[in-house]
């Protein structure tokens, strides 16, 4: 099977032309720069956890948090508010990450049908909505708390061994691994996230089906062609590179205006809606089951 990365992102880029121009719709572009910016309002990160060395990451780190303890203790009156923040933060985070994952269906059907609503779609797909949140939060918190117990496991060792000048190696190499480890880590929870929004949702949406069904749908692909999907990985990596160049010139040009909530969404809609439609060209190439530009109807995924 002959897979093609640059032929899919040309179908993509002449089909966001015909969606945005032919003809021109203010209305459809506004509608579809909300469904994508609710979309991308919870970034997928796979969970990992930043770690830098200045803080907490070297034997320097841990006084710094112990000290910041010491502070909140003395200071327990601060305590109930801080736990309430806490909660109030974590609140948003789950129903902004509810939503997204609610807007991702929206935004693809609205590709899909060319045109622009956001209430259908809203309540047609409620349950694949639902089904991608729960899978969502539960794979945030499972690589949280991986990343956690990576960093404990090699930076706990390190921070005894600082306290020896001579085992001051072993502290600096169990840094060293800590730091290998997550990139590890981080790369294959970013990879898991990416085939998740590229290729699973689209299946989902295809044959309205659930998220982990989706999943053994692609799994099959996924073993018979892993040079085929790693090569797309790099490729939308290139691609991130290079529209974060052009961001940030766009940026500096429009005195930071392309940077606000929704306008930037608004004035670079046509690279969101190629983007969106890039990987949904490319799982067409697998099977012809796999077009969603096909009829819209239900389908086996055990056939494929």
Request: charged share 15%; glycine share 6%.
């Amino acid at each position: 099977m002959r897979i093609a990365y640059i032929e899919p992102l040309s179908r993509a880029w002449a089909r966001a032309r015909v969606i945005l121009w032919q003809p021109f719709d203010l209305a459809k572009w506004l509608l579809l720069a909300f469904a994508a910016w609710l979309a991308g309002l919870a970034t997928d990160t796979g969970g990992v956890v930043a770690w830098r060395a200045d803080s907490g990451g070297g034997p320097g780190g841990w006084r710094h948090l112990d000290h910041v303890w010491e502070r909140l203790v003395d200071n327990a009156v601060w305590l109930p508010l801080v736990a309430l923040a806490v909660m109030v933060g974590i609140g948003v985070a789950v129903l902004v990450l509810w939503v997204s994952s609610r807007a991702k269906f929206i935004f693809l059907d609205n590709l899909i049908r060319n045109r622009g609503d956001i209430v259908e779609p809203w309540q047609r797909h409620e349950s694949l909505g639902n089904s991608l949140f729960l899978f969502r939060l539960c794979f945030s918190l499972a690589c949280a708390a991986a990343a956690l117990l990576l960093v404990f496991a090699f930076l706990a060792p390190a921070a005894g061994f600082s306290v020896n000048d001579a085992l001051a190696g072993l502290s600096v190499a169990a840094g060293f691994f800590a730091v290998v480890a997550l990139i590890v880590f981080g790369a294959a929870a970013g990879l898991v996230a990416l085939l998740t929004e590229a290729f699973v949702i689209p299946i989902m949406y295809r044959y309205e089906m659930r998220v982990l069904d989706a999943w053994r749908a692609l799994l099959p692909w996924l073993r018979a062609e892993p040079v085929a999907f790693v090569l797309y990985a790099l490729f939308v990596l290139l691609l991130s590179v290079m529209f974060a160049f052009f961001y940030g010139i766009f940026c500096a040009v429009t005195c930071c205006v392309a940077a606000l909530p929704y306008v930037g969404t608004v004035l670079l809609l046509p690279i969101w809606v190629t983007y969106r439609l890039f990987s949904v060209e490319f799982l067409a190439q697998l099977h012809p089951d796999f077009d969603l530009f096909r009829t819209i109807a239900s389908g086996d995924p055990s056939k494929l």
